[in-house]
């Protein structure tokens, strides 16, 4: 080569270097930042490179990215590939003489450390899960001092764990600028974060109450419910604590449990779905029983996964797609559910409720998803994300529990209609029971108007004998008849035991006009036991005999009827201790006593029965028993 080429090419590339060397120089000077003891606010994204590996080296396998070229959306869909953890370096050049105390804030994250130095040593730490400060670090400021007229590098390292609290902006404040900072946030938090609260009272609240309802009556559908809402509360608590930098129940569980939002979603989704296996359980198909345990064991091995990835934690990315896809399992879970039932909702009730429960918290978990995702600064917005998932969350739970309260009804008024039922049943054995003991009594007399060969008195008896058996047979299948039925029964009752006893009864049956015989109805054979007893309570033991009046009335849409004799008196009665008197007397009179509790309990009425003893001048003269029948 001719040594004026060669002497070219060497001015050249010395030319070259001192280019490359200025070039070098000048993003060296851009890449730094020149702060003096003046300073308030400084955003450190421009002169700050991120990195996905801890040794700051590369991004994502490119080159390094300086943070300001990049848009919280592009971060977000890195970290969805298995990135929940950045490192971002920035330099400081203090060119004042005084040492400078300053605070670096990255946002809201779960931990953010920061470093300095190469090899780097370790300064401070801070977010939601620092465990300086025996975990309770609650700010996310970190103090810096900053060395007079020396030049310091940084690194920060931020974890996200599987949400994005909020973006990733470094920001350098002088202590006072920081303290007047976060006054204006407290400030301008304080309306949103009181709604919170208060929407989370809301489910605290009744998560407790369903306790104390499965405490008092042992329904496991509530026992489910108040578990399951204490879930959606330590879930939703978990993330008002992250959102608004502080710690209410974190202070009592331990941040190993509270670190992770997937714990708190499978205990929602588990706890739902034996909840609604328990609610749905009476109504509805089998199928659906068979989707629901299927859910249910999903969960079940989903939450024991988590339990053992967390035990041996990894940044690698099958972790965090794993506990990414986990989050959304249960979500996923209730609008399967919701949809299955749809079907059902024209036939039964019950489903709608879940139906709608489950569409309302699931509009609140997508609105908050929608946000997380695609909004880098939803701090400044009205509400935070997780305030719509309270919002839905409170009224699916308000669903939820209007569902319990219908099913409860429906459970009482089944047993109710059992238990009338059971009643019914047995009334009618008991009625049975009454009509034979009526006819032993009946033939008796026949049998002693035989013995006398009165052939015609025991004609004539027979003949009302016949009369009164097809009556009652023919009323005995009828659970009401009209009171003029009721009435020709007593009659020729009566009629039979006058001529059984002969002179020594004598009976009057007196219907008021008010009474409509024709229309007014009542149960079967309600007077006659208290004839009967009246006959051989009051009459049996009287010398000469007595009479009986029937008097019937209406009185205040009450049916009135007395049941009256001037016989010995209850007392006196008592006093002989007469067996058969208190037999028939505890026979008749609480055969009568259970169907008016079966007509009161069935018709929601008040029927009710009163015994009066008669006295003239301090002598008992008689027994009055009156019934009173709501007409209508």
């Known amino acids: 080569m001719h040594p004026r080429s060669f002497l070219i090419l060497l001015v050249f590339l010395a030319q070259l270097n001192i280019c490359h060397a200025r070039l070098y120089s000048e993003k060296e000077k851009n890449d730094t930042l020149h702060v003096t003891d003046t300073f308030s606010h400084i955003d450190l994204s421009r002169y700050s490179t991120i990195y996905t590996d801890s040794n700051c080296t590369n991004f994502n396998g490119e080159t390094n990215k300086q943070l300001s070229s990049l848009d919280e959306h592009w971060l977000l869909k890195l970290r969805s590939t298995g990135y929940i953890r950045f490192w971002i370096k920035f330099t400081v050049q203090n060119n004042s003489d005084k040492h400078i105390a300053a605070i670096l804030n990255c946002g809201v994250h779960p931990l953010v450390k920061i470093t300095e130095g190469n090899p780097p040593g370790s300064i401070n730490e801070a977010g939601f899960f620092s ?50 900072n976060e006054i204006a946030n407290e400030r301008s938090r304080k309306p949103t974060f009181a709604i919170q609260l208060l929407l989370l009272g809301g489910i605290f609240v009744l998560s407790i109450f369903n306790l104390a309802q499965f405490m008092s009556n042992r329904d496991s559908a509530y026992l ?49 779905m034996l909840f609604l296996k328990r609610f749905l359980n009476p109504v509805k198909p089998s199928w659906l029983l068979k989707v629901a345990n299927g859910f249910l064991y999903l969960l079940l091995t989903a939450i024991f996964l988590v339990f053992f990835i967390h035990l041996f934690r990894s940044d690698n990315f099958f972790p965090t797609r794993f506990n990414m896809l986990v989050t959304f399992l249960p979500f996923i879970s209730f609008t399967i559910i919701a949809i299955i039932l749809i079907p059902e909702c024209k036939k039964k009730i019950l489903p709608r409720y879940i139906i709608a429960g489950s569409f309302l918290i699931m509009a609140g978990g ?25 919002i839905g969350a409170l009224g699916e739970l308000f669903f939820f529990a209007l569902g319990l309260g219908y099913k409860r009804k429906q459970l009482e008024k089944e047993k ?41 008195a025991a004609t004539t008896y027979l003949s009302k004998f016949s009369r009164l058996m097809r009556l009652v047979l023919e009323n005995s299948k009828n659970s009401q008849i009209t009171l003029k039925q009721e009435i020709e029964t007593i009659r020729l009752y009566l009629d039979m035991e006058a001529m059984r006893f002969k002179e020594k009864l004598q009976y009057q049956i007196i219907v008021d006009k008010n009474a409509d015989p024709e229309y007014t109805e009542l149960p079967p054979m309600l007077i006659q036991p208290y004839v009967e007893n009246a006959i051989w309570h009051g009459l049996m033991h009287k010398e000469g005999g007595g009479l009986i009046t029937v008097h019937v009335s209406e009185q205040d849409e009450m049916l009135v009827i007395s049941v009256k004799d001037n016989g010995i008196g209850r007392e006196k009665a008592a006093a002989l201790k007469s067996r058969l008197a208190t037999t028939h007397k505890s026979f008749g009179m609480n055969i009568t006593g259970e169907r008016l509790e079966l007509l009161n309990a069935k018709n929601k009425t008040n029927a009710n029965i009163s015994v009066n003893d008669l006295y003239e001048n301090g002598v008992a003269t008689g027994t009055e028993v009156i019934i009173k029948i709501p007409v209508g």
């Open 131 to 180: 465990y300086q400060n025996s975990g309770l670090h609650t700010l996310y400021g970190i103090p810096l001092t900053l060395q007079a007229n020396s030049v310091q590098s940084f690194v920060i390292e931020i974890s996200s764990l599987y949400k994005m609290q909020t973006a990733i902006s470094p920001e350098l404040f002088s202590t006072l600028k920081y303290a007047e």
């Open 224 to 272: 489910f419910y108040s578990l399951y809402s204490f879930s959606l509360f330590l879930y939703i608590e978990r993330s008002l604590e992250l959102s608004n930098d502080m710690r209410i129940v974190s202070q009592v569980i331990p941040t190993y449990f509270h670190d992770s939002v997937n714990f708190y979603t499978l205990l929602i989704g588990i706890f739902y």
């Open 366 to 390: 997508l609105i908050q998803v929608f946000l997380n995702n695609y909004s880098n600064q939803f701090m400044s917005r009205i509400f935070a994300p997780v305030t719509y998932l309270e």
């Open 416 to 456: 109710k209609n059992a238990e009338l039922q059971k009643m019914t049943s047995e009334l009618q054995l008991l009625r049975t029971q009454m009509n034979p003991h009526f006819i032993f009594n009946c033939l008796n007399s026949i049998k002693l108007y035989a013995e006398k060969n009165d052939m015609e």
